[in-house]
């Protein structure tokens, strides 16, 4: 393969045709030579095929040179490529500008692509605008998008508690962590408990890390089984999710074993956790 396209590059180099250049370009992206394709889609605006901006963008983007693929959406803009401004707002998101990230989504949104507003959705959320938020990840949902039908439910079920909810939850477990978390929320409340290990097993195993936490708390206090409890709460820190340090230590300290106990306590602390901060100070005033 990597031979056939050195073979066609050098074919290409005095080339003139603009359908030729792209066609190979895209090949040279997808084989990750990123700055041969680069050259391929310069070649081609220059030509005089500006929508070609896009493809060029999106080369610098994998490239981390994010200014100049700024450049490049925004002349792919002008050209008529509205599938630009998604890549562009992630461009601004990642430059840290957060006004014209937004405004790059807006308008991505504005032309239907959902992966617009549920980017949109995810940076009001962390604004603290949660309707806005939820009613753009709905929106995007009703255009198909399973991450944002996942998301959407996800903030509702958090909201509401609603168990009617569970379709939707399910839906998009796939796609959107916390909503299989949610999912077995509810299927444990419903006393669906081997149903709710089922799916929290499957999330584990497909690598959602927020599966953890609920799979070592259902097995510790529905299935009285707190070695795998204790092993669901480990994996889920190995996995990144700095809350098992907090209900890993009331294990531990339910064991007796305090020193085992403060040290996780103090490691979800030094993680930002309101839960194992308090844990770790009660833990020391009752040494006092």
Known sequence: MSEDLDARLRAAAEGVDARTLVDLGCDLADAGRHPDAEGCF????A???EWVSFNLGNELMAQGRLTEAVDAFNRAIVAGEPDAWLNLGHCYQDLGDVAEAMHAYREADAVNDPNGALALAYMLREQGEADEAEALARRAASLGNLEALGAAACWQYDRTLDPALEADLRRGAAHYPSARADLA???RDTGRA???RQELTLGAKLGQRECWLPLGNLLDDVFGDPAAAEDAYRAGIAAGDTYCHHNLGLLLLERGDR????????RGSQAGDRLAEHALRDLLNDEE
């Open 185 to 187: 929320h509810i299927l």
């Open 42 to 45: 310069r070649r081609a605006v």
């Open 47 to 49: 030509l005089g095929e």
């Open 259 to 266: 020193p085992g106990a403060e040290e996780q306590f103090r």
């Open 194 to 196: 081997e149903e709710a």
